[in-house]
């Protein structure tokens, strides 16, 4: 059990991370299909994709099919532990019944 | 950071609805190439009915075989798109599929004398049961897709007359090609 995880906290990065940990390990999702399950705006996904892939927690693939510009966004192995991590540490406080810093 | 029980409880409710939401998208991708696949199955089957009725065993036999082989392709195809608990559910999907094949050529076959029209409206009754039942877990969308599909075949079962088959290939393939268009445009391309 680490401490909690600060970059993943934030409730748009949670989500995130929630969302791109439920596919497989080779799986990619498209920025749109992630934009309308997360159910935000091109913005603000794109922004906390940014520092989600600084930190080395997701991959951005930006591609085309045929002529139209694609971006697809896949979790890293890092990124899948630090989301388990920070996962664990959430419901060690739920079980405590405390508070952490 | 500071993190209170309060923070805790909703982060954990967020991760949640993130994940059901995913897992929706995933499932309706996925469903959406089976759901084409089994609609030119069926609409090709009932056209051939039409054309050649006296193959029709046969031509079923094939078509259905071509079918579950292109089932086990797609499914291998999207094997690592997909997490573990997610492959174990997929298996369980494709068996619950092939006791439903069971069960429909058990009855059929005890009920017997049955017209092709009987057992051309019983074989897609049961998998639509299916459908509704896949859809208490997977999503409305199933139950939708089932139940339109089960109230159209007894239409066509009661009032279709001499174009019975034209009339199924419509009703089931074409409602099963419609459906899996729509789930392509609302699920999730891994």
Redo the contacts between chains.
Sequence with gaps: MTDGNPIIHQATRLKIMASLNRLGPDATLDFTRLKAILDTTDGNLGTHLDALEKHGYVAVEKLFEGRKPRTRVKVTAAGRRAFKDHVAYLHKIIDDGGETD | ?????A???A??T??????R???R??VYGIASSYLILWGVVTMTGYVADDIKPQYAWIIWLVLDGIGFAATIWISIRN?????PD?KILARKLLAAQFVLVVFAILVTNIMQPLTARQIGAFVPLVFMLGYVLAGLWFGRFFILCGAVIAVLTLAVFWWAGPWFSLDMAMVSGGVLIFSGLWLRR?G???
Aim: no cysteine; proline share 0%.
């Design positions: 950071m500071i993190v209170d029980r923070d805790a409880a982060a954990l967020a991760i949640g609805d993130a994940e939401e995913t897992t998208a995933i094997k690592t798109g997909v997490r997610q609302v999730a391309s891994l």
